[in-house]
């Protein structure tokens, strides 16, 4: 984390931003083209609605298609609802956008991981934890203006450079 800004956090809630503006317009006007979706979500998750069979079936996650039989699409703005299909018995799943952890269009093809956010998070934790341990390990140590001690990052690799 860099002076309080919490990067996966900010990037995680602007790609969920992304899926949710494609499921408004898919609920909107429908799927165009050869356009369809592959969303996998974690089932357990605070606010997932699924049909009990399905959910004991899928206790960890579960992967959905958007392409041809699907129905009454809803997006809210924390998650969003539809009518599939399973084994030929039309069911209502609800999966709030947080629930996510991957959002496919093999048509184009483009795709997201979520997964990876959780990773970045808890690595960001961690390295927080180990900086409070480390300061209150340092006496009159605490928080510093930015530039004050520390490392200087190399900039150089970054640089353009003159041929």
Same mark, same amino acid.
């Given at each position: 984390?860099?002076a ?9 809630? $602007? ?9 408004? +317009? *898919?609920?909107?006007? #429908?799927l165009? #083209? &050869? ?8 089932? +357990?998750?605070? #606010?997932?609605r699924?049909?009990l ?9 579960? *992967?959905?298609?958007?392409?041809? /039989? ?8 924390? &998650?969003?609802?539809?009518t ?8 209502r ?8 952890t ?12 979520? *997964?990876?956010?959780?990773? $970045? ?6 390295? +927080? /934890?180990a ?5 209150? &390990? ?5 928080? /510093? ?8 990052a ?5 640089? +353009?450079?003159?041929?």
């Open positions: 984390m860099t309080g800004l919490d990067y996966p956090d900010i990037l995680r809630r $602007a790609t969920l931003g992304l899926v949710r503006e494609v499921l408004e +317009r *898919t609920a909107a006007d #429908g165009p #083209g &050869a356009h369809h979706f592959y969303l996998s979500f974690r089932t +357990r998750d605070p #606010g997932v699924l049909p069979a399905l959910a004991r079936e899928f206790p960890e996650t579960l *992967t959905v298609v958007l392409q041809h /039989q699907f129905w009454d699409l809803v997006v809210e703005a924390e &998650a969003f609802e539809v599939l299909r399973f084994g030929g018995a039309y069911e799943v609800r999966v709030p956008f947080d629930a996510l991957a959002f496919v269009d093999p048509s184009v093809p483009f795709g997201l991981d979520f *997964t990876q956010f959780v990773a $970045a998070q808890a690595a960001d934790a961690a390295e +927080r /934890q900086d409070a341990g480390a300061d209150a &390990a340092q006496p009159g140590a605490g928080p /510093q203006p930015a530039g004050a001690g520390g490392e200087a190399d900039v150089l690799p970054f640089r +353009r450079r003159e041929e």
